[in-house]
């Protein structure tokens, strides 16, 4: 009996056991197509325990990060971008750079119609810093909330 191809086939995490990687260098990010091309929609992520390390210091920084994107060909698979993400532990950069990077690198992997990210960042010498970054205008017709973190009042 032949073997029925699915949009997952060639997807090296998924469903197995994976380690973190150890930088995000190392981390690789997976995608599947789009099971609907036509439709324009938004995908959002929340990671709210995203850790990094101080570049100066090496003291953790934690931050809630919210992924918006509107896909076009593809979507990021879910369990490759939890590793990437979760890769930044042990990886020493300002919050901007991780911000930033992260955005950058899923934009040009996944060549959305649009994206943006919110990196709420906790407080660093009792000021927190949050990082904001889109690659353009948003879409016509797509409905895109609020990302819903409140401004700093005791983040939590």
Known sequence: MPTR?????????????????????????????????????LVRFAAPEFT?????????DFAHLVIDYVPRRWLVESKSLKLYLGSFRNHGAFHEACTIGIAQRL??????????????????GGMPIDVFWQTGAPPRGVWIPEQGVDPYRGRG
């Open 5 to 41: 191809r699915t949009i997952y086939d060639g997807l090296k995490q998924l469903g197995e056991k994976s380690r973190l990687p150890a930088s995000p260098e190392e981390a690789e990010l997976e995608r599947v197509p789009n099971p609907n091309p036509g439709v324009r929609y």
């Open 52 to 60: 990094s390390l101080c570049p100066i210091t090496g003291q953790p």
């Open 107 to 124: 934009a040009k992997f996944l060549s959305p119609a649009w994206l943006r990210i919110g990196g709420y960042w906790y407080p660093r």
